[in-house]
């Protein structure tokens, strides 16, 4: 398997988002899925998705902190941000994340 490191684009620091209330640091620059890979390598390497846009798994429920609307998108697509709330994700995530501490 590919380290995980060589996948992330470059980034110079980690930034607070949360998971279903817990906050986890993840790096900028770079999609959530690929952070969420970051925070779980193997699960998330042998998950069912196919990075393209295409299956439809990856996809989540987020909004940018109180107060703010939540909106729909998918994880291979979106960048992180500082802040960001991951409200709800599909049962294909939920599972790859399972071990998370
Ligand atoms: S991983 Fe398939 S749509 Fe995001």
Redesign the pocket.
Known sequence: MTAPGTLLRPFERLISISIGGRSVQVPENNNL?RCLQYLAPEPVSYGR??????????RVVYDLGEGTKARAA????LMVQEGMRILDMTAEMRYCLRTLK
């Open positions: 899925l998705f196919c990075w393209n846009e295409d299956c439809q798994y990856c998918i994880a291979c697509k």
